[in-house]
C-alpha cells in the first residue's frame, strides 16, 4: 500500500504547472491589480499616507532599539561569562584584589553599557566597579570585618587608552548585599539569570542585573551581577528621530517606564525625558493588553482632540516592549488637495499592485528556489546530510529539487572515504583543491598496534574486524580532541593537530588524545587471537612542519610533512626498545608543560639523525588522579642526571628505587643495565649519553 509521504508526493505532481504560465499569470495579474487600484481615486489618502510613513518609521526605530537591546543584554552576558571563565580556571581568585579590579575596571571600560560589575560574598561582603558618566569610574568595597558600616571608594578618571587613580575615600553606608533579591537567588541558583535592582550602594537606581553564582571546585565563592542602569536606555533612545515630534519608551511587562528619551542621562544624572505622549502609550498598552506584550501591536488613537499613531513591539529581553507614538498631524503636510488625492492615489495603486504582485511571485517562484538554493549550499559546505528535497507545484523547481537530493545521495557514498569534517573547514577557509602549503609549527601523532604483523599473519581477513573497532575507538577520541586524521596506513593511524583550524593548545590537545586513546583501547575489551588484551604504542612530536594539499593536481592529500612528522613516526617505534606506550618529543614536553605528566627517558638519536633528542613518557594529566605518586618520577629524572654526569654508581642506585617503587619498570631496568656495563668498562672521553636506535 502506498504511504502518505508518497501519495502526498505523487498527488503535487499532478498539480505541477509550467513556470512560463505562472509568470504570465503573475504580470496579467499584476495588470488588473492596478487597474483596479488605479479607480479608487477618492481613497483616504492621508490616513494611508500616515499610516505607511509611521510603519516605515516604526520599523526602522524597532530595529534600531531590537539590536542595541539585544548588543545590551549579550554584553552583559559576555562580560559576565568571561569573568566567571577566569575564576573557574582558576586565573584569577575572588580574594585578589588588585587582579579583581583590574580585571572589573577593564570590562567596564571594553562595555559601553554596563554600568555596574558586582560581587558578593557568602559572609556579606561586598566589591563592585562602578561607571561614573563616560569620564569617571569609582572602585568600591564593603567588609564585615574591615572598616564594617562602611564603604571604600576608589575614584578614577578615564583617559584616552587608560584609567588614572584620582582619590580615595570612606563613607557611612547601609547598603547590606544580602538584602538584595540578585544575591540571594544567585548564592542557592545553579545558573545566572536576570534581575531587576532599584537598590545600590550609591542610592536607588532602577537597574537590571545579570547574575549567578561562582563555584571553583565546587566549592561556591560568592554571586557575580553585570548591572545596567536604565539611562544607558534613554541616552540612546534620545538619538532616534521619530518623526519630528513623536517619541519612543521602553516599558516592562507592567507597564512600568523603563527609559524615555533624554541624552543628558547617564549613571550621574537620572533620566528626566520628555513625558508628554507617555499616557498615550500608556493607553495603548491598556488597549493592547495581553497581545501587545506577545507580538507587535498597531493602532491609531487619538487623545486631547489629536490622532496619533501608536505601535507596540515585544524587545528580546523578558517583559519589555517599546511603545512608539507619532502625531498623525505631522505626515499630513499639504496633500489636502483634490489632485494630490488624486497623484498619490495612482501611486499608491500601483505600489500595492506591484507589491501584491511581489508578494505572490515571492511565495510561487522565490521562495521554493531560495530553499533549493539553500540546499545547493549545503552541497557546496559538504554538509551532505543536511540536504532535503523539497515538492513544489513547479515542475522544474520539484525536478530541481529532486536533482540536488540525488547528487547528495550520491556524493554521500564518498564520506566514507573521505574526512568530510576536513573537507568542510578547507572549504569554509576558502582553501583550493589545488598542490600548495605552508610551514607552521604542529603536533603530529603516529598510533599502532605492538605485534600486527605476527597477529594479521595469524588470523588472516578475520584481522578486520578486530582492526575495524580499534580504528573506530582511536578515530572517534581524535576527533573529539580537535585532532585532523590524516591517513590510515595499516594498522597505524597518523593525526595531527593545529591545523586547519588554528589551536593555540595543539600540543596538549594531542597529549589529551593520547592518553585517552591509551585508556579507551585499555577499557574496549580488544584482544588478538591468543586472549591478551590489544596493546597500541603511540609516538608524538612537535614542531615546524609543511602543512596542505600535498600531491598532484589528478589527487590531492590534506597531510603534513617534514623532519618533526619522522620523528614523531620514529618515536611511535622507540616504545619498542624502552617498553613504553607513550612517547613524546622534547619540543611537545615545552609546549603542555604544566597540562601533563612526564617523565624524561633517554637521549635518544633515532634512525636516520645522529644528534641526539630528549624523550619523554607521557604519563597523565595534572591534577587527575594517578595509581602511582610523583616521587618515581623524580628518582628516575635525578639517576639520569647523574648518567649523563657519568655518576653511574649514583645513578644506578636512583633507577633501582624506582624499581623497588614500581615493581617493573623497562626504562628503569635498561638503564640500570648501562651504569653496571659502563661502570665496569669505563667509558672513554668521547663517550656521549645518547643511544642510537638502530631501527625504525
Known amino acids: 500500500m502506498m504511504g502518505d509521504p508518497e501519495r502526498r508526493l505523487k498527488a503535487i505532481a499532478r498539480l505541477t504547472v509550467s513556470i512560463r504560465l505562472v509568470v504570465s499569470a503573475l504580470v496579467l495579474a499584476a495588470i488588473l491589480l492596478t487597474a483596479a487600484l488605479s479607480s479608487l481615486l477618492w481613497w483616504r489618502t492621508a490616513e494611508a499616507t500616515s499610516r505607511q510613513l509611521a510603519s516605515t518609521i516604526n520599523e526602522q ?3 534600531a532599539v531590537r539590536k542595541e537591546v539585544s548588543a545590551i543584554v549579550d554584553e552583559a552576558r559576555a562580560a559576565h561569562t568571561a569573568i566567571r571563565t577566569l575564576f573557574l580556571q582558576n586565573v584569577l581568585d575572588t580574594r585578589e584584589a588588585d587582579k579583581r579590579e583590574f580585571v572589573f575596571l577593564s570590562q567596564l571600560q571594553s562595555q559601553a553599557t554596563i554600568s555596574w560589575v558586582a ?9 563592585a566597579a562602578h561607571k561614573l558618566g563616560d569620564r569617571r569610574l569609582e572602585m568600591m568595597e564593603i567588609s564585615l570585618t574591615d572598616h564594617p558600616g562602611q564603604r571604600r571608594v576608589d575614584e578614577y578618571d578615564v583617559v584616552p587608552g587608560d584609567i588614572e587613580f584620582a582619590n580615595r575615600r570612606f563613607e557611612p553606608t547601609s547598603f547590606r548585599v544580602a538584602d538584595q533579591a540578585w544575591f540571594k537567588a544567585g548564592l542557592s541558583a545553579d545558573d545566572p539569570q536576570w534581575f531587576r535592582v532599584m537598590d545600590h550602594a550609591t542610592g536607588e537606581r532602577p537597574s537590571i542585573a545579570f547574575a549567578g553564582p561562582i563555584d571553583v571546585y565546587q566549592e561556591r565563592q560568592g554571586v557575580l551581577a553585570v548591572i545596567i542602569e536604565y539611562t544607558r536606555l534613554a541616552r540612546f533612545l534620545s538619538q532616534l528621530e521619530v518623526g519630528r515630534t513623536g517619541t519612543a519608551f521602553i516599558v516592562d511587562g507592567s507597564g ?3 527609559a524615555a528619551p533624554d541624552k543628558e542621562a547617564d549613571e550621574l544624572h537620572p533620566g528626566r525625558g520628555d513625558m508628554t505622549l507617555l499616557p498615550v502609550a500608556r493607553t495603548a498598552l491598556e488597549k493592547a493588553g495581553e497581545a501587545g506584550r506577545k507580538e507587535a501591536w498597531r493602532s491609531r488613537l487619538t487623545s486631547g482632540g489629536a490622532a496619533y499613531e501608536v505601535a507596540l513591539t515585544p524587545l528580546p529581553f523578558p517583559g519589555w516592549s517599546l511603545a512608539t507614538v507619532i502625531p498623525e498631524a505631522e505626515f499630513l503636510g499639504p496633500v489636502e488637495t483634490t489632485l494630490h488625492r488624486l497623484i498619490l492615489g495612482l501611486a499608491v495603486g500601483a505600489v500595492l499592485a506591484a507589491l501584491a504582485t511581489a508578494m505572490l511571485a515571492r511565495s510561487v517562484i522565490a521562495a521554493p528556489l531560495s530553499r533549493v538554493v539553500g540546499e545547493l549550499r549545503h552541497v557546496e559546505a559538504f554538509a551532505l546530510e543536511q540536504v532535503r528535497r523539497h515538492p513544489s507545484r513547479l515542475k522544474e523547481i520539484a525536478s530541481l529539487s529532486g536533482a540536488i537530493a540525488e547528487m547528495a545521495a550520491g556524493l554521500s557514498a564518498f564520506r566514507k572515504f573521505i574526512p568530510a569534517d576536513l573537507v568542510r573547514d578547507l572549504l569554509r577557509q576558502g582553501v583550493e583543491a589545488k598542490p600548495g602549503g605552508h610551514v607552521q609549527e604542529l603536533s603530529v601523532m603516529f598510533i599502532d598496534i605492538a605485534g600486527f604483523t605476527g597477529l594479521s599473519e595469524r588470523l588472516g581477513d578475520r584481522v578486520v574486524p578486530l582492526l575495524s573497532r580499534y580504528l573506530d575507538v582511536t578515530s572517534e577520541i581524535i576527533v573529539a580532541n580537535g585532532g585532523t586524521i590524516d591517513k590510515f596506513i595499516g594498522d597505524a593511524v597518523m593525526a595531527f593537530w593545529g591545523a586547519p583550524q588554528p589551536q593555540g593548545d595543539h600540543a596538549a590537545r594531542c597529549c589529551r588524545a593520547a592518553l585517552a586513546c591509551r585508556s579507551a583501547i585499555d577499557e574496549s575489551g580488544l584482544a588478538d587471537d591468543l586472549g591478551q588484551p590489544l596493546q597500541i604504542r603511540i609516538g608524538i612530536n612537535s614542531g615546524r612542519m609543511l602543512v596542505g594539499n600535498i600531491g598532484s593536481e589528478l589527487r590531492l592529500n590534506y597531510t603534513v ?6 620523528v614523531a613516526s620514529r618515536l611511535e617505534g622507540a616504545n619498542k626498545s624502552y617498553g613504553t606506550q607513550i612517547l613524546i618529543g ?4 615545552r609546549l603542555a608543560r604544566g597540562a601533563v605528566v612526564t617523565r624524561e627517558v633517554d637521549s635518544i638519536a633515532v634512525y636516520g639523525r645522529e644528534e641526539g633528542l630528549s624523550v ?16 618515581w618520577i623524580a628518582d628516575y629524572e635525578r639517576g639520569l642526571a647523574s648518567y649523563r654526569a657519568r655518576r653511574f654508581a649514583d645513578a644506578l642506585a636512583d633507577f633501582e628505587a624506582v624499581l623497588k617503587q614500581r615493581g617493573h619498570d623497562r626504562p628503569a631496568a635498561l638503564m640500570s643495565d648501562r651504569c653496571r656495563q659502563l661502570a665496569a668498562a669505563s667509558p672513554g672521553a668521547t663517550w656521549q649519553s645518547v643511544a642510537a636506535l638502530t631501527s625504525k
Open 616 to 631: 619523554h613518557e607521557l604519563i597523565g594529566i595534572v591534577n587527575d588522579d594517578t595509581p602511582d605518586g610523583a616521587s
Open 61 to 63: 526605530i524597532v530595529a
Open 561 to 566: 610533512i617534514g623532519d618533526a612528522v619522522n
Open 256 to 258: 512600568e517606564l523603563v
Open 119 to 127: 560581587f558578593g560574598w557568602p559572609d556579606g561582603s561586598f566589591f
Open 586 to 589: 622534547e619540543t611537545t614536553e
